[in-house]
């Protein structure tokens, strides 16, 4: 499996000043940029919210603030960036120099608990994978 991480167009370099945020490519594929797309063209200001939030995480160290990013509870490595009703998924590398961003986005306006059960579990598959191809070197 290939893996690659890819920026993101409307992240700015000199944000990133703790963290380079990043998404996920598997093998030619990245969820995370396609949905970002989407978000952009379809629901500009929970975009322009979710933008705001990876400001904030290439800014600092960890963001407190559970309005922004809440760390999950089953899943104690995998968080979500709150933006309007959009959440973006992520993990931090274990060098702690990258977020990378890997999942797709949950709809918070959903009362589905399952369902964002299944987008955190879904982020803890891309970690894993990620961190095998990290070992490998591929």
């Given at each position: 499996?290939?893996?690659?991480?890819?920026?993101?167009?409307?992240?700015?370099?000199?944000?990133?000043?703790?963290?380079?945020?990043?998404?996920?490519?598997?093998?030619?594929?990245?969820?995370?940029?396609?949905?970002?797309?989407?978000?952009?063209q379809d629901h500009i200001e929970?975009?322009?919210?979710?933008?705001?939030?990876?400001?904030?995480?290439?800014?600092?160290?960890?963001?407190?603030?559970?309005?922004?990013?809440?760390?999950?509870q089953r899943h104690g490595d995998?968080?979500?960036?709150?933006?309007?009703?959009?959440?973006?998924?992520?993990?931090?590398?274990?060098?702690?120099?990258?977020?990378?961003?890997?999942?797709?986005?949950?709809?918070?306006?959903?009362?589905?608990?399952?369902?964002?059960?299944?987008?955190?579990?879904?982020?803890?598959?891309?970690?894993?994978?990620?961190?095998?191809?990290?070992?490998?070197?591929?």
């Amino acid at each position: 499996m290939r893996c690659r991480l890819l920026s993101i167009i409307d992240v700015k370099a000199e944000w990133e000043i703790c963290h380079r945020v990043r998404v996920l490519e598997i093998n030619g594929k990245s969820l995370a940029l396609n949905e970002l797309l989407k978000l952009k063209q379809d629901h500009i200001e929970d975009y322009k919210k979710i933008i705001k939030v990876m400001r904030l995480v290439a800014k600092q160290e960890r963001v407190r603030n559970e309005n922004h990013v809440k760390r999950g509870q089953r899943h104690g490595d995998i968080y979500e960036m709150r933006g309007g009703a959009a959440r973006l998924f992520f993990f931090y590398t274990p060098d702690v120099q990258e977020a990378v961003i890997c999942t797709n986005l949950y709809w918070k306006a959903k009362s589905s608990k399952q369902e964002q059960n299944q987008a955190f579990d879904l982020c803890e598959r891309f970690r894993n994978i990620y961190l095998v191809a990290l070992m490998q070197g591929t």
